[in-house]
C-alpha cells in the first residue's frame, strides 16, 4: 500500500494551500525583514556608515567596520539567533493545527468521506502543503538574496551563494523534527486546542519529566538534585536527543543529522499509519483514539501530582523554618492535591469534548 506511486490531489492540495497560505506570507515577510533586507543592503549600510564618520569628522578603521559588517552578515546566515527557534518551532505546530485540528473542528474530514478522496490522498496533500509552508518562506528570501549577489557584485565580500543555500537547507532541516512531531499529535488528537497543548507538552516531557523526577527524589533524600548519582549522566542524555538539539546538530556531529531526519521520517510514517485509523465519528473529541484516554488521564495525574509536591514544598519554605522536619509530609500532601486534580482536569477535558450519542 505504500509503495505504490504517491498520490497527488490537485482539489486537495488547493484546499489545504488556501487554509495555510496566510502563514506562508506572514513568515515570508517576517524572514525578509528579520534577515534578508539586512544582508542585502549591508553594503549600502556599510558604505553610509563610512559616509557618516567622514562627513561628521571622525576617526574611523575602514577594515574594523567592514569586518564588523561581515561578521553581522555571518552571525544572520550561519547561526541560531534568539529568534529563528521561535519561528521553527512555532510554524510548523500551527501549520499541522490548521492542517488537522481545523478541518476536525469544522467537520470538514466529515464531508471528504463522502467524496472520492482515499485517507491517502487526504494525508499526502496535508504533508504536501506542510512542507511547502516551511520550505516557500526561506526559498523565497533565499533566492532574493542569490539575486541580490548577482545585481550587486559588492555583496559577494560579505556572504557568497553557497552560505544562502547552507542556510536554505539548514532552516528546513530544522523544522522537519517538529512538523513531523506536530503530525503525529494531528493524528492523536480531536480538536485544535487539544493539538496544540499535547504538542506543546510532549516536545518538553522527555526535559521536563526527568527534571520532575530527579527534583522529587531530591527533596525526598534532602539533597540537591545536581549531585544525585547519575543524573548529570542521564539529563545530558535526554537533551542530547530531545528536538530541541536540532539547532545543534552542527557540532554533535553527522550521527545527529541522520538522526533527526530518520526521526522525522519514521514520525511521519506513524501518522500516516494512525490517520487511517482514525474515526470520523470521534472528529471532535480530545483524543481520537478511546483506548488512550486511560494513558492520558494518568500521565496527566502523575506530572501534576510531581509537580504539585514541589510546589507544596517551595510554598511552606517560606512560612516555616522547619520545613526539612516535615518535608516529606509536603510532599505527599502535594501529591494528593495534585493527583486528585491532575485526574480531574483530564477527565474534565475528556468529557468536556466527548461527542454526544
Excluded at 500551527?94 to 492542517?99: F, G, K, R, T, Y
Excluded at 528570501?141 to 537547507?169: C, D, E, P
Excluded at 492523536?188 to 522529587?216: E, R
Excluded at 487511517?276 to 488512550?292: H, P, Q, V, W
Aim: include cysteine; hydrophobic fraction near 50%; aromatic fraction near 18%.
Amino acid at each position: 500500500m505504500y509503495l505504490k506511486t504517491l498520490p497527488f490531489n490537485k482539489s486537495l492540495f488547493k484546499k489545504d494551500l488556501k487554509m495555510i497560505i496566510p502563514i506562508i506570507i506572514i513568515v515570508a515577510i517576517i524572514m525578509f525583514f528579520v534577515t534578508t533586507l539586512p544582508i542585502t543592503t549591508a553594503y549600502q549600510r556599510y558604505k553610509d556608515e563610512i559616509t557618516f564618520y567622514e562627513s561628521e569628522g571622525y576617526e574611523y578603521n575602514e577594515d574594523e567596520i567592514l569586518e564588523s559588517r561581515i561578521r553581522d552578515v555571518n552571525y544572520q546566515l550561519e547561526d541560531v539567533n534568539e529568534f529563528y527557534p521561535i519561528i521553527v518551532i512555532v510554524v510548523p505546530v500551527v501549520v499541522a493545527a490548521i492542517l488537522f485540528g481545523e478541518e476536525k473542528r469544522r467537520k470538514t474530514f466529515e464531508v471528504l468521506s463522502t467524496m472520492p478522496f482515499t485517507r491517502y490522498e487526504i494525508f499526502f496533500s496535508k504533508l504536501l502543503v506542510a512542507l511547502v509552508a516551511i520550505v516557500f518562506p526561506f526559498l523565497l528570501n533565499g533566492l532574493i538574496m542569490l539575486l541580490a549577489l548577482v545585481l550587486n557584485s559588492n555583496l559577494r565580500i560579505f556572504y557568497s551563494a553557497i552560505q544562502v543555500l547552507t542556510w536554505i537547507i539548514k532552516f528546513i532541516y530544522y523544522q522537519l523534527p517538529f512538523l513531523s512531531f506536530a503530525f503525529l499529535f494531528g493524528t492523536l488528537a480531536g480538536t485544535t486546542i487539544a493539538q496544540f497543548i499535547l504538542t506543546a507538552i510532549f516536545l518538553v516531557f522527555p526535559m521536563g519529566f526527568t527534571y520532575l523526577l530527579f527534583s522529587n527524589i531530591s527533596c525526598w533524600l534532602r539533597s540537591g538534585f545536581w549531585r544525585l548519582s547519575g543524573f548529570s549522566d542521564i539529563w545530558d542524555k535526554v537533551a542530547e536527543y530531545s528536538f530541541f538539539e536540532v539547532f545543534n546538530s552542527s557540532y554533535r556531529g553527522s550521527k545527529h543529522y541522520i538522526y533527526y531526519i530518520t526521526l522525522s521520517i519514521v514520525l511521519f510514517i506513524i501518522s500516516k499509519i494512525l490517520f487511517d485509523k482514525n474515526k470520523i465519528e470521534r472528529s471532535g473529541e480530545t483524543l481520537e483514539f478511546e483506548n488512550i484516554e486511560t494513558f492520558f488521564k494518568v500521565g496527566v495525574t502523575v506530572c501534576t501530582a510531581l509537580l504539585m509536591g514541589l510546589i507544596s514544598v517551595w510554598i511552606f519554605e517560606d512560612l516555616t523554618y522547619h520545613v526539612y522536619a516535615y518535608k516529606s509530609i509536603f510532599l505527599v500532601l502535594g501529591y494528593i492535591v495534585g493527583g486528585l486534580l491532575g485526574w480531574y482536569l483530564s477527565k474534565l477535558s475528556i468529557k468536556f469534548n466527548r461527542i454526544k450519542e
